[in-house]
């Protein structure tokens, strides 16, 4: 019996992944149909599917899609692009701060969100300089791209990478003791800056002015400031990161919610309308599924065919992981992905004698950092060649590669590097 379950979860995951990969626009639906296969077939009870979904995980990513649109309409991520921008002598300069600035933006606002707001300033350079924007938009696209990994609140990747390990908000700057993941993502976005500095240099036209943008509201920012400090002091009242961080999340982010609608007629349904409830959907599915291939013992077969390609080394189990990541990521969806390899890494891991952390933290760079690869790994990277055609400019995957994969392999290179040196 057990052989039937783990076959028929095996055919169904295999099924899933196929059509996540076929159909990019239907993906919540797609694993919601291979979700449903498997409590059907009883490989896991309503209840366990109940338990194993991360409610805390999902409480951080909903309260931060919330804060996060509240602080995009604040108009203060604008005013501060435009104020950089002036402080630059050259178009190249201006685009790279730009560039540099939705990378931090990033880190409290989701991707696609950070290009809507950053992508009308690099626009509005390039016109005044009489120069095409393309290059500019995929450089603001994977450098928002590039910073999702490195907090508990930037990206569903870190949310996820945080449920497995249990790791605080403080976990992602220093870890057992060393330093974390957060650093090795800044060492890939020093080295991936001086990509995108060697491919602006050339835009030496002089910066016209840009009159900064009218702030609305500050209320988003400092509730943001409160938020990261709330977060920082958790662990004292949830050492297993349990609770707490979906709670203040949420908190903060429906009490935003309801100071809109209070601001403003009308402004908190329209908040609830733009919520992202396909992805916290495809969340919960990702779980789900997971699980069932826990429980049916696919993860273990799985871990014991990498270990046999791979070796017992870990530092070729290590560049194996990071490389795979990277070209995986380039063409599936990473939040199931990172999903599915984190247990599997972990038996690997163990199965071979070695410390799961450097291993697990190698993948989850990679997987986050490959999305940059191609137009349509990420994302961003959909929503800035959309930008950019209706702009009558047409993104072929040439060049985005010009830009997108000179700038991963940079930086999933030095971030992994520093990765391995530290741990």
Not at 57 to 84: H, K
Not at 133 to 151: C, E, R
Not at 304 to 315: K, N
Request: charged share 10%; glycine share 10%; proline share 4%.
């Amino acid at each position: 019996m057990m052989g039937f379950e783990k076959n028929f979860v095996l055919v169904i995951v295999v099924m899933v992944y196929v059509a996540l990969i076929a159909w990019k626009k239907r993906r919540t639906e797609a694993l919601w149909v291979g979700v449903l296969a498997l409590l059907v077939g009883r490989v896991l009870s309503p209840g366990e599917a109940i338990h194993a979904v991360e409610w805390n995980v999902l409480g951080i990513f909903a309260g931060i899609l919330f804060v996060a649109e509240v602080f995009a309409d604040s108009g203060v991520p604008l005013r501060i692009a435009d104020l950089l921008i002036d402080r630059a002598k050259t178009v190249g300069g201006a685009i790279l701060i730009v560039c540099l600035f939705s990378g931090f933006v990033s880190i409290f606002v989701e991707n696609v969100a950070t290009v809507l707001i950053v992508a009308p300033v690099a626009m509005e350079v390039s016109r005044r300089a009489g120069v095409s924007p393309l290059p500019f938009l995929i450089g603001i696209a994977v450098s928002s791209n590039l910073q999702g990994a490195g907090t508990l609140i930037g990206d569903p990747p870190s949310m996820i990478l945080a449920s497995f390990q249990r790791m605080n908000f403080n976990d992602f700057f220093f870890y057992q003791g060393k330093l974390s993941i957060f650093w090795s993502v800044q060492v890939g976005a020093l080295a991936s800056a001086v990509v995108l500095w060697l491919i602006f240099r050339g835009h030496r036209q002089p910066v016209a002015f840009i009159e900064p943008a009218p702030v609305k509201s500050w209320l988003p920012t400092v509730a943001i400031v409160v938020m990261v400090v709330l977060l920082a002091l958790s662990p004292i009242f949830d050492p297993g990161f349990h609770w707490l961080g979906g709670t203040i999340c949420m908190v903060i982010g429906l009490g935003l919610v309801a100071w809109e609608g209070v601001r403003e007629k009308g402004k908190s349904a329209a908040l609830f309308r733009r919520f992202d409830w396909n992805t916290t959907a495809f969340l919960i599915g990702v779980f789900v599924l997971v699980e069932a291939m826990v429980h049916a013992g696919l993860i273990d077969d799985l871990a014991a065919g990498f270990a046999s390609v791979t070796g017992d080394s870990p530092l070729v189990i290590y560049v194996s992981l990071v490389v795979f990541s990277v070209a995986v990521s380039a063409f599936v969806d990473n939040i199931p992905f990172i999903t599915v390899m984190i247990p599997l890494v972990k038996e690997v891991a163990t199965g071979v004698g070695t410390n799961e952390v450097p291993l697990i933290f190698g993948m989850v760079l990679g997987a986050s950092l490959g999305g940059n690869i191609t137009p349509f790994g990420a994302s961003a990277n959909v929503v800035a060649v959309g930008l950019l055609r209706k702009q009558g400019i047409t993104v072929s995957t040439r060049d985005f590669l010009k830009i997108g994969l000179p700038f991963t392999l940079v930086a999933t290179a030095a971030g992994a590097a520093f990765l391995w040196l530290t741990w």
